[in-house]
């Protein structure tokens, strides 16, 4: 009997990649371990020093992370990287008790567009939380099982959750639609420099990556938001330093490298020029005033400390 054959129906949707996109991520990183962390009552841990590089991600609950003098607020969603060699403590707190995923690894050629210039850094995770905490689980999993090759699959989940963070919070080239509307353009500009103002930019540097020239950058965004851009810059900068200075005792030399000064003197001129007065001042001032609130929660003891200069 003849048999008429069925005809194979089906889509395939086939993506190339192009050989200018297949750049190798050379992270120079290796990781010393990886652990997982829950605290079951309130309580802090002792200062201590850790010869390698740290990620802290917080999966669940609420902390504080004592780094040095000063205490640093995290929850669940939150990144911490720590360079080598930093005094720190963990702090969990009763209500919401923090639980955490730590990485240790060895200095990376990419943590220098991470951290720079700080000695730690919070980055606080939206869109790709889920994604960076699917690297750290299936991590967990290869050490606990530990089949064949564990360590190689780790390390290459380790790499690629370094390209996502570099890719979220690093320097990346901002593509400006030509054909775009004014107010498109403009936004673009806002967002790229709301993401990287602490970093040492310039009118220049803001040209470059938005791949445009300086005097189209600063003509559409001042036609748009009323401000230069780097008016806009400066004014995110000193903000980051009034809170910085309100709610922590990091010395002023410090918070000015933190906010992208790269001079002291010139971040006690701009402080001065737009508050009236010098970093310390404001310090004193808002300081003072918060400890004659009634109603506000003292500092812990250890973060009160002298501001030098």
């Given at each position: 009997?003849?048999r ?24 120079g ?19 201590h ?36 060699n ?10 919401n ?7 240790g690894?060895s ?38 099982k530990?089949?064949?090759?564990y360590?190689?699959?780790?390390q ?15 320097p ?13 353009k ?7 420099i ?15 990556q ?7 950058l ?36 410090r ?55």
């Amino acid at each position: 009997a003849y048999r008429r054959k069925a005809r194979l129906v089906m889509t395939t949707r086939r993506y190339d990649f192009k050989k200018q996109d297949l750049q190798t991520h050379e992270c120079g990183a290796t990781l010393e371990y990886i652990s997982s962390t829950k605290y079951k009552e309130e309580g802090s841990g002792l200062l201590h020093t850790h010869p390698f590089t740290e990620l802290f991600y917080v999966t669940k609950g609420k902390g504080q992370y004592q780094i040095e003098h000063t205490y640093y607020s995290v929850e669940a969603g939150d990144l911490l990287l720590l360079r080598s060699n930093v005094a720190h403590a963990e702090v969990s707190l009763a209500a919401n008790p923090m639980e955490c995923i730590v990485l240790g690894f060895s200095a990376a050629n990419a943590l220098p567009d991470l951290l720079t210039p700080n000695v730690f850094r919070v980055l606080h995770l939206d869109s790709s939380a889920n994604q960076i905490q699917s690297y750290l689980s299936l991590m967990l999993q290869e050490v606990t099982k530990r089949r064949p090759r564990y360590a190689e699959v780790c390390q290459h989940l380790f790499e690629a959750l370094l390209i996502q963070l570099i890719r979220e919070f690093s320097p990346i080239l901002l593509p400006i639609d030509k054909d775009a509307p004014l107010s498109k353009k403009a936004e673009q500009i806002k967002e790229f420099i709301e993401k990287h103002y602490l970093e040492n930019i310039t009118l220049e540097s803001l040209a470059q990556q938005a791949q445009v020239s300086k005097y189209y950058l600063a003509h559409t965004f001042e036609q748009y938001y009323k401000i230069s851009p780097m008016q806009y810059v400066q004014s995110l900068r000193l903000n980051e330093a009034k809170t910085l200075l309100r709610t922590t005792n990091i010395p002023t030399r410090r918070i000015a490298s933190i906010v992208g000064y790269s001079t002291h003197g010139y971040f006690n001129q701009r402080f001065v020029k737009f508050e009236g007065m010098t970093p310390t001042e404001y310090r004193n001032m808002m300081q003072e005033g918060f400890q004659k609130d009634e109603h506000a929660a003292p500092l812990p003891e250890e973060s009160i400390g002298t501001d030098n200069e």
